[in-house]
């Protein structure tokens, strides 16, 4: 027998442990806000199964099928969309791969496809938040009084998160240091983001804009000049602003220590500016408006670069989303009817 001779023996005990160090990477793997989402959906789930006696983990097919079609007919308040369903068949899944058990979706897909096609027969439709225009995007910041913290903020959120083309999330997260002055404007170092997801991250050339009061370069490095005025040198680049003027403060048990808004806040940043500028469906303005809208700006530019413009912004190679949006633009630019004689 050599050193490299199998041996039949029995796994030892440790075999099938993870410490808790290894059990927090791993949930470190998924974003802190899909998390979050997962644990109120996972809840929700648990709460039905103890209801209606059956066991949430391992689930079998027929339970979790069930459990769609127990979200397919709720009513109250109002009919969930389809795209509900599945996130919180996703964080099903996910609660299950993670505990190392198998899940069969097979019955609770077909639930789902059926309650799309009568979602869509009783005119159900998706509510996509609305692309920002750059006409909007001017109102908006000429609503913000550049004598305060707050609009100082708001601003530099705004047009940084336009020009970047940034998801809420990836504008939260931004630390000072993740900005490194250039010649031609910013060069913004995305460390992390939905579709990246080992951390490679990306960066992101923003330059100086022509219009002084949009301009993302001067509307940062004013924002950064307040901060450094109140002793902020590092942390993260946008941070709460309370009724006080008092920088990053954090009422008890709320948020971060550090005082970082959420990708949420970025969400009532822009819906408040849309309200206060008087754009038509300003309430359906989120966080995505930003994403949506640059896309649509840079592709309806005559020097247009689908290739720069995924990249720019972070989305992935054939990405349907962003194809979505540019058929926005195309939708009237290269209509095929237009022009065949009708």
Known sequence: MTDLTPLNRVPAPRDTELSDAAWQLIDEATPANTRRAYREEWARFTTWCTQQQRTPLPATGETLAEYAS???TRTDPKPLAP????KALAAITKAHETAGHPVDRRGAR???RGYRKRYAKAGGTTHKAPALTLTALRAMVATL?????VGVRDRAVIVLGFAMGARRSEIAALNL???EPHPEGLQVTVRL???DKDGRGRIVA???GSNLATCPVRAVEQWRTALAHHGRQDGPLFVRVDRHGRLGHVATGRGDSDGRITGETVANIIRRAAEAAGLDAAAAY???SLRRGFATAAYAAPDADLVRIARHGGWKEGSAALFGYLEEVDRWRKNPAAGIGL
């Open 70 to 72: 127990h979200l397919a």
């Open 83 to 86: 795209s509900s369903i599945g």
């Open 110 to 112: 077909e639930v789902l």
């Open 145 to 149: 009084d550049p004598d305060t913290l």
């Open 177 to 179: 240091t993740d900005l």
């Open 193 to 195: 983001s939905k579709t």
């Open 206 to 208: 923003v330059p100086y």
């Open 286 to 288: 989120s966080g995505h």
